[in-house]
């Protein structure tokens, strides 16, 4: 089955205890993408990634970092989360042109 | 930037009724999407629809991209359908950020 598969799906930590958060799809997806999604903000992107090794900065990418090592797998890392990064975050993926195919989401949860 | 405004904010339908949500865009756009925010959050892709009209079971959107507007038809609503509807536009082909309206809340009741 063709997905774009996040974990954790949910997760309560502690500010400043680094923690990544892994998205891996199946498509051979050149494009790859993160969001968050606030109340009252909307979605906004992060940070996406053209194909391996290439990747930038979205609307809101302070606090994050990304890496693109595999074609599959887009990891979102923060390295030192605060509270202000309480949100649900989405990835996604799509060949070049096409569609764009979300995962089911991370809630993740600084206090 | 470019601006998405869907409508209605919110709408609330009895079982088996048929309803039309609307999302304007400011600009042209290279692509434009239609999703569904379940209650469980999760987003689902329901049409990849920059023009033209495209049908998939109950539900079937059309795109008039010279006007800069598409629907969304929901006809024999469920209680499955509820949660939201988000319209997505793209315009940058490189960084392809999509730029999210600010949803319609459908409610369907039994």
Redesign the interface.
């Known amino acids: 089955e063709a997905q774009v598969t996040q974990n954790p799906r949910y997760l309560i930590t502690v500010t400043g205890k680094k923690l990544t958060v892994t998205c891996s799809q199946n498509m051979n997806h050149e494009y790859m993408s993160w969001y968050r999604q606030d109340p009252g903000l909307g979605l906004r992107q992060i940070y996406y990634s053209m194909n391996v090794e290439v990747t930038d900065k979205g609307d809101v990418p302070e606090g994050y970092k990304v890496s693109r090592k595999e074609k599959r797998n887009f990891p979102l890392i923060l390295e030192s989360p605060s509270p202000n990064q309480t949100s649900l975050y989405f990835c996604a993926s799509s060949l070049w042109g096409g569609p764009q195919h979300f995962g089911d989401g991370t809630r993740l949860s600084i206090l | 930037g470019i601006q998405v405004e869907q409508s209605p904010p919110d709408l609330i339908l009895q079982e088996g009724a048929n309803s039309t949500l609307r999302c304007n865009f400011s600009d042209s756009v290279n692509?434009l999407?239609w999703?569904h925010q379940n209650p469980?959050?999760?987003?689902?892709?329901l049409f990849?629809i920059p023009s033209g009209t495209k049908q998939n079971g109950r539900l079937s959107a059309t795109t008039v991209a010279t006007e800069r507007y598409s629907l969304l038809y929901i006809s024999s609503s469920q209680t499955t359908d509820s949660g939201v509807y988000?319209c997505?536009v793209?315009r940058d082909?490189?960084?392809?950020?999509?730029t999210?309206g600010?949803?319609t809340r459908l409610q369907v009741q039994p």
């Open positions: 692509n999407q999703f469980w959050g999760q987003l689902i892709n990849y988000f997505a793209e082909t490189g960084r392809r950020a999509l999210f600010s949803g």
